[in-house]
């Protein structure tokens, strides 16, 4: 019997479980690669963005498995390379030895990111660091915060004490280059911090059904402020620059989505007034990765999973081959490793400087205040 967890059904539900009675399959060769191709066939959802044509798929896949495929080192080979005709970051298949995964998808950008220059130059001695975060002010009195995962839940007085100690700087930075995603959960949670309004930020859909365009009318997702007891942001006095590069990608992709849904509205002052956010994404293109994911076990044991829901921005534009930063920057390695700079940090620096609402002297008061 073949189960079947389909992990997600909507935003806030971590993982749910589905039992597949749809079909038997041998537990042999041609029985795993006729489980793997079903799954994908009746579930996966980026088929016409991809331009694959699935059935061709198994044509030519199905006599290697019936007459060629002599041991599982060999099977597990094909069935990986049988999934990357996807082109997806997002399908992956698990076995004991080994997980397969599609690597072009930030193979062909330039990296964008160092992490030992962000150490030493930026971060140094002289940050905190707390449930995933690390932080600290930079020089002008620019906060920087680094995420490196969406799999490190943040506590929201984590997020209370993160935003109170730099309350006082100009503008922020919120570097999530090489976050590979998480808990899609953790968006709305971090995002909620930099809203005034609730804010559609994207639409959901699920599959109705076993063809490839099967699919419910788009759900929208939304995003809500925080509550009053908390600390939040305010992005139209102080400017938040999210750092991202190709390997940006999965839940740290729909948090750049969220962001951008959140610049496109106005924070209201005590005197009724409309102030522009300041929320701009710089850096390189994010990886993408925009599907809620889905999970099948094969008659082997194996486990194939890939994107089942897909998701959209704000506009009911597809993100799953990326978005595109606001400011382009890439890093040069010249004036990394000999100026020991770097150059996507210095743009959102320099960005902020030169839009901040508030002069430092007023930011020290209200420190010292």
Partial sequence: MRKTLFMISSLFLLCSCLDDDSGVENNDYLGNFEACWTAMDEHYCFFEEKNVDWDKVYDYYKPYFRDSVKNVQQEFSLLGHMLSQVRDGHVNLYSPFNTARYWKWYEDYPHNFDANLVREYY??????????????????????????????????TNLDYLLAAVSYCRGLIFDIRDNGGGALTNVPLIASRFTTEKTCYGYIQHKTGKGHNDFSSPEPMFVEPADDNRVSWDAATQPVVVLTNRHTYSA????????????ETKTIDQKGVAHEKMIVIVGDRTGGGGGMPFE?????????????????DNHKHSTESGIDPDIKVDMDSVVMWNEHRDEIIDCAHAYIINNTRKTYEDKENQKNN
């Fill in 123 to 156: 971060l140094k001695n002289n940050f905190w660091t707390a449930s995933g975060f690390k932080y600290t002010a930079l020089k002008d009195s620019v906060a920087y915060v680094r995420y490196e995962s969406f799999g490190v839940t943040p506590g929201e």
């Fill in 252 to 263: 740290a992709n729909n948090f750049v989505q969220t962001m951008k849904a959140i610049a």
């Fill in 296 to 312: 099948t076990v094969l008659p082997n044991g194996w486990v194939v999973r890939f994107s089942a829901c897909p998701i959209s």
